[in-house]
Structure formats: C-alpha cells, structure tokens
C-alpha cells in the first residue's frame, strides 16, 4: 500500500471517520471505518470505477444514526491492495474478502450494502454465504441470475453491455483509459450522471485513486475474471431482508432487471428513484440514505 495513503485520505475523510488497513483473505485491505465498535454492524461495497468515497455521505448519516460503518477499497481499488492475476477477481475471492473484514470487527454477521459491483458481491454473499449477511440493500446491481437470463433474451441490455466485452481484450483497455488524465473514464461517470453530480473535487480524488500503480488492470479484472470463472448459483432465491435501490435512468441496466431482481427475494423492497441514473448514492445521497435507514431498522425489528 503506498506510503501517502494517510494524508491522501485525511483531505476527503468525514469527520466521523479513520482510515485504517486490515489483512483479509491475505491481502492488505485499505478500510474506513466510523462508528462505535459495538453498535449494528453494515458494509458498504463500492462499485467500479470508484472506491470507498462512494459511500462518503452514506457513511456519516449512518454513523449518526447509531451504526457501525465499515467502508472497504474493494480489492484492486485505490489503496488496497492489487493482486496480478485474473484468477484473483473471482467472485468467490471477492466475497472472501468481505467475510474475512467482517471477522475482524469481531463479527459473524452484518448489514451488507453495495452499489454495482458491489452489488454483485453483495448479491453472491446472500446466495452463497447468507449467514454472513443480517440483511441485503443493492442500489443498480442486479441479481445474477436476472442479469443473466435478460442478457440471453433481451437485446437491449445485451446492448447496454458492450462494454463488458469491450474490456476483455488485454492491455488495450488499459491504454485507453488511463489517455488524457483519464478522459474516457472520467467521461464515463460524469457522461452518464445527472449534471453537476461529480464535483471537481470529487473528480480529482477518483483520477488520483486511479492513477494508483496496478489499479487500471485489476479494476479491468473484475469484468475478465467473471466471464473466465462465471458463478453458479444452484438455489438462487434470497432469503435474507432485501432492499432494491434503483435510479429508472441508469444507461447500464434495463429498469426491468430491478423488477425481476426483487422477484428472486422472498423478503424484498423495490424503490424506483425517478429521473435518477446508475450513480444513485451520488445523486441522491439523502433519499439513499433514508432508504437504508428505514430499510436497517425494518431489518432489526
């Protein structure tokens, strides 16, 4: 991890909250956290191409609501660690990860909340390890099998995905991207937001997590690792409480996927946020932030 993490992280950091780096899984995990040690514990996962400061507002509301709040960078992501191999991305390394930084607030459990492909690893815990997962909230990430099966029939989401292919060949990618003080990433956020969502600032922070040594190619790797090693999921209906968080203008994914992503729940809320786009956490950082309360509490009763 390099050696500035710590003052790169103090000019964007909440006032709630310390940065901190953990072993899970065996590999050095940058972490924010905030919050007493004994209150409900929830994860926040961020998605790609971004880093805990996803979660920056989500964090101090619910600090301030009584939770204890663990932010990770993902690994590959900004000042967490970034292993070399596609292998290393699997989803079930992944979710490894997430299990392992919840034992280390002394924990067997805890409120799991992701946003894209966060989401995703959220979904693959509640499926695969819901033992681990109090309860689910995903804001524009659909389940699995959703996902897959609207890829197989329905030609517009087939459309909207052709990026995940696109990033599949080697290096090129990477070439392309990082072009320009990331142009073609920065314009893939901002290009795809509500105006005036990304702040300069904002902006700034996410090229310097991105200029990171390594950190282009193991964020690339992700979307390598799940077409090389696909999961499968024998029992894919989710038991735990689940929230569905869904901007209905989210250029990604077809709105359909949040429809039939509650549908695979047995204990689901699905909330449409209108005029919103894939960025919710961004967009409307005080209406997500309402629904994971009202959705924690719900889940505590």
């Not at 040594?213 to 790797?221: C, F, Q, V």
């Not at 409480?241 to 709105?255: E, K, S």
């Not at 729940?265 to 967009?283: I, K």
Request: net charge negative; hydrophobic share 40%.
């Amino acid at each position: 991890m390099e050696t500035d993490h710590l003052m790169a992280d103090q000019d964007v950091l909440p006032s709630v909250a310390s940065s901190t780096a953990r072993t899970v899984n065996d590999i050095t995990m940058h972490v924010v956290t905030g919050g007493q040690t004994d209150a409900p514990l929830v994860v926040l996962l961020h998605g790609f191409p971004e880093c805990w400061y996803t979660w920056r507002h989500q964090l101090e509301a619910l600090v301030d609501a009584g939770y204890r709040v663990v932010v990770p960078d993902q690994r590959g992501y900004n000042l967490s660690e970034k292993p070399q191999s596609v292998r290393a991305y699997r989803l079930r390394e992944l979710a490894r990860d997430v299990i392992d930084l919840v034992a280390t607030e002394d924990r067997a459990s805890a409120h799991v909340v992701g946003h894209d492909w966060g989401g995703v690893v959220a979904w693959h815990l509640a499926l695969r390890h819901p033992e681990v997962v109090d309860s689910l909230a995903v804001a524009n990430a659909s389940h699995p099998t959703a996902y897959r099966q609207h890829l197989l029939s329905n030609p517009e989401q087939l459309r909207r995905s052709w990026y995940a292919g696109a990033v599949q060949l080697p290096w090129l990618p990477e070439r392309l991207l990082r072009r320009r003080n990331f142009t073609l990433l920065e314009r893939a956020v901002r290009g795809t937001a509500v105006p005036e969502t990304y702040t300069e600032e904002a902006m700034a922070y996410y090229r310097w997590a991105w200029s990171r040594t390594g950190a282009l190619t193991a964020m690339l790797n992700w979307y390598r690792a799940v077409l090389r090693y696909p999961p499968t999921y024998t029992k894919p209906r989710v038991t735990v409480p689940t929230l569905v968080c869904w901007g209905d203008a989210d250029v990604a994914q077809v709105p359909e996927l949040a429809i039939d992503s509650y549908h695979y729940c047995t204990d689901a809320r699905l909330e449409f946020l209108p005029g919103a786009s894939h960025w919710v956490p961004h967009e409307q950082p005080e209406r997500t932030t309402s629904l994971l309360c009202e959705h924690l509490s719900r889940s505590a009763d």
